[in-house]
């Protein structure tokens, strides 16, 4: 993600499509899983759904299979927009704030912090097997922020890199 502001960050995934292709570049460049058949580097055509076409197996996947949106029907353009909140605000973002900003529940916004917490832990998109799920409510904050028994140890002071979101 290369957004710097709020407005490049707006510009850059306008629109589901746009996110989706950056999606899709981040997770395969330019060789294409098929997230059926599980060949890389398929010739793919994208349909007017924007479901993907592999031309080995002839199934359609989209972009989220075997990613960690894949079981979320939020849009892709909120998950960025947490995401560029959670790499931009020195602090973090709680999921009060986040539920806010996105109009979406609290429930929905803890569980799109989990999420991308994992991302960032793993340094990828993909759903990972045996995923744990994370039990955190703040991305990136400060390690004081948060409840005594939740900090991690050796993560005090400067140059902390073990909690803080890349
Ligand atoms: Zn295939």
């Known amino acids: 993600m290369n957004a710097t502001n709020l407005i490049d960050f707006y510009n850059e995934f306008a629109t589901e499509e746009k996110c989706a292709d950056f999606l899709a570049k981040q997770r395969w460049g330019n060789e294409i899983i098929c997230q059926k058949c599980g060949v890389v580097g398929i010739k793919a055509y994208k349909l ?26 939020i849009p892709l353009q909120k998950w960025f927009f947490a995401i560029y909140l959670c790499t931009s605000l020195k602090k973090g973002v709680s999921s ?35 995923q744990v799920e994370v039990d955190e409510t703040y991305i990136g904050g400060r390690e004081s922020n948060k409840h005594t028994r939740k900090r991690t140890k050796g993560t005090q002071g400067f140059g902390s890199s073990k909690t803080k979101a890349p």
């Open 96 to 130: 009060i704030q986040l539920a806010k900003y996105l109009g979406v529940t609290q429930k929905t916004s803890w569980f799109m912090l989990q999420r991308i917490r994992y991302v960032f832990e793993n340094g990828t998109f993909e759903k990972l097997k045996n």
């Open 48 to 73: 007017a759904s924007g479901r993907i076409k592999c031309a080995e197996c002839r199934s359609t996947f989209t972009v989220r299979m075997g990613s960690v949106f894949e079981d979320s029907k």
